[in-house]
Structures are given as C-alpha cells and as structure tokens.
C-alpha cells in the first residue's frame, strides 16, 4: 500500500517523532510510505506577510535545500522524505491512503483529487491554540476520515465541533 503524509514541517516536536514513528513502523510492515513536507510556507493568519518572517522563511527554505535537503537530522526516518516547493496537488505523490496531520494540511488534503488517496487526518491534539480558532475548527469537519490518539481527544472534538474521530 502507498501511503502519504502531509506535514507542516520536519522540526523537532513531539507531534513530528510521532509521524515519523507511523511513518517508519509502517514501512518496516511492507508499505511504501512518503512523509512530504512543503519547503514554503502557508498560512491561514496572513503571517508569510510580514517583511521580517519572509526573510526567515527564505532563509530557512535555502538552508533546507543545501547538502542533503531529504535528511532529518535528529531522527533517522526510514520513510521517503519529499520535500516540496508547496502542498500544490501537482507535487502529491499519488497513492492509497494520504494523511494530513495538522490542521492547516487538512485543508489541502481536503482539495486533492482521489488519486492522492483515500483521505484521512491524524489529530494529536485539539489545536485551537495554534491559529485561527474558527480555521481549526473547520479543519475537523471537512469530511476527513479522523484518527485521535486518546479517547480524551475523540470527545472533545464530538463536544466541542461536533466532529466524529473514526479510530483512537
């Protein structure tokens, strides 16, 4: 089986080990598993913007892209890292399944046609906090296939958006 994830970056983060983590554990069963990340920016906050994080972000996508841009440093990921110039459907490798895993990725994931795979979205977390809380809450009713990783987190999305996760 070919499975895809959509990840906002490939920082050091507890919610990135994990996605690595089911990346890897599901390579070592035998499926071909890409994590692709976007070298641009996005955001639903308008923040690309500002003059000062342009050159951040511009500086950041040329260090990434030097020496060895499909390395992790600090964790030795097994699964296929594919860097992207933007989350456009054109750069999507096509597969079976495609797992958007944060709230803004959702909303690509949501557009991409079916050749990208059957569509679902791993939340680690009710994210509210990171962004436009009214965006994140949309990201949980967009007609993905949701996976949580407690029960905890199962019923905060049915009681606070009225979202149903599919599996814990």
Known sequence: MRITFITP?????GCTKAIFEFADRLTERGHEVFVVCSLTPFSFEGKWF????ILTKI???FKKSKGCPSCIKWFDLKSKLVRVPSLAEKYIPDADAIVATWWETAFFVKKY??????KFYLVQDYETWMGNQEKVKESYNLGLNIFVNSEWLKNTLEKEVGAEAEAV
């Open 59 to 61: 500086l950041r996508i």
């Open 50 to 53: 500002n003059p000062g994080n």
């Open 113 to 118: 046609s079916e050749k990208k795979g059957k």
């Open 9 to 13: 970056g490939t920082g050091v983060s």
